[in-house]
């Protein structure tokens, strides 16, 4: 069969962006170095090694095992001893969740009564067999290494030495440390081999980091070994003049000067540190030799057949072959397929693109690593899956196209296909149960008709509100749909913002960014959260009316929230408002006229009792719903109160009550009465009135109502305004030609440009304006370009 060549161009990859690898604070954390065998410390590589006996770690499972000791001398202490093992044995160590480690085994069949080269074994962890049927008899002349770099997603990681019959397993020595965050990279580009001439770059479509990885070599090209104890991670470089393939065409090259680092160790480029690989790799390179321009430089690597590679390339221009990467370390990573020769090369071609007189190729560095396919299910901390009543489903469900995409729920399909959803924030259901352990019941952060919401812990990282239906239930299929549609195609800074769903068989999830402050409702009232002052809840309701004003306004055709209330307004670690759950949500064509016919649905105590008249849906029913929310800010008490006597219940109806009697200040919330400027109290006052007028064409527009808010907390910063009667009559903003940019500047796919905020911060300059203009008896025209 012919050598089938995967060519690497360097003028192909120049055409793409390297990764880049962010400064770090790095240490070998969560670390263990274990001497097997013995109750010996050793000292190696600039690691020392623990005597296996030491009791603080790691927790063993050992039915029949033993130690052995090396009848000679050995050339290194760590290889004097042995661990065997004649029947399954394990060894468990406490880890951080969701974090790549390196994990090492060192194996060397010294002379000893046991004859350690017949031993044949299996190693493996959680989801993947590191070794299958290995056999030591390699091992007997000199020390091997199995380095390997696996994700782990539980607190307590197990590794199990498993001997085939009539056999054993051994090992001498064993590492197990964390590695620096975005060492591999999670999102990565597939290299696709078709012929000499054709080429392309596509996206590995699985979830990178859930895979693990072996490591086959590393190469420092153009120069010797680069031992453990120089690389900052353990790792060892070797020469690559045993794997290129046309010497003649290369010539070795060095970097006299050292490669200058900044004080956190990532180098001047901004693409590599010395956790990607250490100086002494980017200090030498190989190099096509002059006076013959085109010359390419090949390796080739013996590799596993017809399997996906991790290839990491690294490049330093230490000739000044291309100027505008002047010493700066960078490095390219792919997922590359193996053919059925055996046999994995790389090539590099002068890049003639580059203006220079005689264009040549190098390269610094090659790592190369299988991808070591999963064998099982990964289980979770303390947990039979075999229990769970949840389908277990391995990686993220990422495919498909939208024309056969539907939501299913039990065994049946409901509903339609979900127009225009974005099939790429779809989680998978196991990364939801570990996110959340298996939906523990004390990761509850709140609890609706929906179902339980749950703080979880994404594998990247990112904290989130986990909303989960009752399983099975079958109830909200509609809200769940609506939610999904309404929020995949909208994004605004005062709207939550929707992570991604799981429809995984009988389970309706969706996952929201997690607003650590919690509800509107919960910092207003029975909470022993730090009380509000009044300019924070003036932020808060206006950062609302935002939010709600981008829905009518801002967005195509226009949206109807239909759920406006304080469990529904979220606030984040700086009380930043965000409006939340859309289940209820109706979308347009709308303007302030129109209305959607349609049941009542909505949540007691905030109903349009126009809406639910007339069963006419239109934006002015938020803006009622919104009116009762702001009487809860002023008096933080719930809209519905059974404990109340019977004229007070409603809030909304006995607000109004004691507005008309010119006693509400009566019920003002006590904590914060006396910090609020009577002037902007009155302005909040008489926006809580025109909300709550008893017909919908009597209410202000959202837009109205976020100038008035404005208003009110201009006063409440600024007591010296003058805000008289008068002057506030020339201000009452429904009879000012409004600013016609003002929703106009917001992307109608729900994208936030930044806009926005300019759009509001020119109509806070132009009411100042007014207000000024109005105190000295002019009039001025509102209407500006957008």
Known sequence: MAVQHTIILLAFLLQFASLQFPSLGYDHQDTYFINCGSDIDVNENNNLYIGESNPTYPKTSFRKSSKVTS??????????????????????????????????????????????????????????????????????????????????????????FTPQTSSFAFFNAFELFILPLHLIPNSIARFNYIDSAIRNLTTYSNDFLSQSLETILGLNVGSGTVDRKTDTLSREWLPDDSYITNPQNAKNGSFADEIKRTANNTYEGPNSNIYIAPDAVYETAKESKSGSKGLNISWSVPVEKSID???????????NLLSSMLHDPYYYDFVIRSDGSGLLNVTVVPDTSVEVAKPKAFLNGIELMTMIKSSSPIPLDGLDLRKINLPVVVGSVVGGEISHSKLTYGKTTQGSPLPNINLGMKISLLDLQIATENFDTKRIIGKGGFGNVYKGVLKNGMNVAVKRSVPGSGQGQHEFQTEIMVLSKIRHKHLVSLIGYCDERCEMILVYEYMENGTLRENLYNTNLPCLTWKQRLEICIGAARGLHYLHKGVAGGIIHRDVKSTNILLDENLVAKVADFGLSRTGPLDEHSYVSTRVKGTFGYLDPDYFRAQQLTEKSDVYSFGVVLLEVLCARPAIELSCPSEQINLAEWGLFCKNKGILEEIVDPSIKAQINQNSLRIFNE????????????????????????????????????????????????????????????????????????????????????????????????????
């Open 687 to 786: 926006t809580v009135e025109k909300c709550l007028h008893d017909y919908g064409c009597d209410r202000p527009t959202m837009v109205d109502v976020l100038w008035d808010l404005e208003y009110a907390l201009q006063l409440q910063r600024e007591p010296h305004r003058d805000s008289s009667s008068s002057a506030f009559a020339s201000l009452q903003l429904p009879n000012v030609q409004r600013l016609p940019s003002l929703s106009a500047l917001t992307e109608v796919d729900g994208t936030s440009t930044g806009r926005v905020d300019e759009s509001e911060s020119a109509a806070l300059m132009m009411l100042d304006r007014i207000s000024c203009d109005a105190n000295q008896g002019t009039t001025i025209n509102t209407q500006v370009s957008p």
């Open 71 to 160: 009848q000679s001398p050995v050339f290194s202490p760590l290889y004097q001893t042995a661990r065997i093992f004649h029947s399954e044995s394990s060894y468990e160590f406490s880890t951080i969740p969701n974090n790549t480690y390196m994990v090492c085994f060192h194996f060397f069949s010294f002379s000893s009564p046991t004859n350690l080269s017949s031993a044949k074994f299996n190693v493996s962890v959680p989801g993947f067999i590191l070794l299958q049927n290995f056999n030591s008899e390699n091992t007997t002349n000199s020390s091997l290494v199995k380095e390997y770099y696996v994700k782990i997603i539980r607190k307590r990681f197990t590794i199990t």
């Open 309 to 319: 590679h991790f290839l990491r390339l690294h490049f330093c221009d230490i000739f």
